[in-house]
């Protein structure tokens, strides 16, 4: 049967933390990695796959261990390969099949020379020990952002049901998981990664959530990371409380660039200036909040929005404007084959590992009432949906603090970074280069979406980042690109799913 107009969209609309307890000092033992065939969704795509026992509990290295599946994608130029660079797309999500997926998407063949790619599966995810909290398909469905809170009792009623997804992660077979699956252990786990492949360094290349691992990675192995890209970046604190709540404020930096091209499109019926396309976008609402359109919700409306803003170029904006217009005089939707992520009771529940595990969040439901009262003000096209309840509201407290992004280190991280980004908005951006102090320089550029090296367009920032992956050329001071012509792509990084 055949989804209501892009309800699959919604789910998918994408697929998008010192003083550490633990001692990240110590050498890691010497082990290896077998490599051989790769998983069946993963096989034909030119890597290869291993699997990696690493300690449960970094506290207890010699206890309990869980597996971490990682992918090589080989240099085929021995002359010219220089490391390892160790990758993550984002989420928490899988990453074994994202250097396959890179370059596909354009990675320089230089960088593929000069690397070997390495994806990794994060614990509790893919093919590493799996997490699950049982979720119904319902639970998986309304996703890991929350939805738009139309009314105060929305928030209300919304933690009754992650107050129920909380208990049954507490209650699934893999509990004993939850208070170890962090971002800080994850690190971890790269730096065993590093070490069981025989490098002395590690560089790094991470997108979305995967910059904030890749911050805690390098806080914690300055000695061990060599170069350390991180893009569409998280801020100081991760995906914590706060950092949810700049959803908000993403979708009011990034919506003008619709906004202003659906104006000059008249042919979707939107409005022909900037103003008017804002004012459809709450008019739609409203309407969808009163009575679903072909099964499409106020709330679904605006998290498909949310998502599709993290796309650039005609075809990505045609494809919502497209989408707008089906709504607005209820005639067929576009085609739709965005497909639901594999394995997604085990995407949703992992990330739900990582997310609550992180960072302690306010447990008291009125906070959150009073969240969403400010910021449906303060950012009212999302705001309601950003600072809405998550399970985390009701997760066991963290077994340890947070990992603080530190400036002590070598100069080795190049932030990369659009004006305009929907999950992570340069205003967080700039809690973690604040952060990193000296040890850091920030690319930004003159253009929306989410993701940039590899993804999109740009030229000024492709060749920077380039540049700093062969040659260590990282720019002494904080740049800025100038807008070139859009890209055509679509969103590439696996986004938050939402419901």
């Not at 969209?9 to 050498?27: N, R």
């Not at 919700?297 to 998502?307: E, Y």
């Not at 603080?404 to 991280?413: A, E, H, L």
Request: glycine fraction near 10%.
């Amino acid at each position: 049967m055949r989804r209501s107009l892009s309800l699959t969209a919604v789910l998918t609309a994408a697929a998008a933390l010192v003083a550490p307890g633990v001692s990240s000092a110590a050498p890691a033992p010497v082990t290896t990695v077998t490599w051989v065939q790769c998983p069946a969704e993963v096989a034909g795509r030119g890597l290869e796959c291993g699997t990696l026992q690493v300690p449960l509990d970094y506290r207890e290295p010699g206890g309990r261990k869980i597996e971490v599946m990682i992918s090589r994608l080989a240099s085929a130029n021995p002359e010219k390969r220089r490391g390892i660079l160790l990758t993550n797309p984002g989420g928490p999500s899988p990453g074994l099949s994202f250097p396959a997926d890179l370059k596909s998407f354009g990675l320089p063949q230089g960088v593929l020379d000069a690397y070997d790619v390495i994806g990794v599966d994060p614990r509790g995810m893919g093919h590493s020990t799996p997490a699950t909290c049982d979720l119904t398909q319902e639970e998986q469905f309304a996703g890991s952002v929350p939805p738009y809170a139309v009314t105060p009792a929305d928030v209300r009623e919304r933690a009754v049901e992650v107050r129920e997804i909380a208990r049954k992660c507490a209650a699934s077979s893999t509990a004993y998981l939850l208070p170890h699956n962090t971002t800080a252990n994850i690190a971890r786990d790269l730096d065993r990664v590093r070490a069981a492949l025989g490098e002395p360094k590690a560089s790094f290349l991470g997108y979305s959530y995967g910059t904030y691992l890749g911050a805690v990675y390098t806080t914690l192995f300055p000695r061990t990371t060599d170069r350390v890209v991180i893009d569409s970046n998280l801020g100081a604190g991760g995906w914590d409380v706060e950092g949810g709540r700049m959803f908000g404020r993403g979708v009011e930096d990034t919506f003008p660039d619709f906004a202003k091209w659906a104006a000059a499109h008249p042919e979707f019926g939107l409005g022909s200036t900037p103003g008017q396309v804002r004012a459809k976008y709450f008019e739609l609402a409203a309407r969808l909040d009163r009575a679903p359109v072909q099964g499409l919700t106020g709330p679904q409306f605006r998290a498909l929005t949310f998502g599709r803003l993290y796309g650039t170029g005609d075809a990505a904006f045609a494809k919502m404007a497209a989408e707008w217009m089906a709504l607005d005089t209820n005639t067929p939707p576009p085609p739709d084959d965005t497909p639901i992520p594999p394995g997604l009771e085990n995407l949703i529940a992992g990330r739900y590992y990582v997310v609550c595990g992180d960072s302690r969040w306010p447990t008291s439901v009125r906070t959150y009432e009073r969240n969403v009262a400010v910021d449906r003000v303060r950012h009212p096209m999302f705001g309601a949906a950003a600072a809405n309840i998550y399970p985390c509201a009701f997760w066991a407290d963290p077994v340890e603090q947070p990992v603080r992004i530190s400036d002590r280190g070598p100069r080795n991280v190049l932030m990369v970074q659009n004006e305009r980004d929907p999950a992570t908005p340069l205003a967080g951006a700039r809690t973690t280069r604040r952060a990193f102090g000296d040890r850091a320089a920030m690319l930004t550029i003159d253009q929306g979406g989410h993701g940039a090296y590899a993804l999109g367009g740009n030229k000024c920032a492709n060749d920077e980042v380039t540049a700093y992956l062969l040659g260590g050329q990282r720019p002494a001071h904080d740049l800025r690109c100038a807008a070139e012509a859009p890209a055509p792509t679509p969103a590439r990084v696996p986004l938050p799913t939402i419901g």
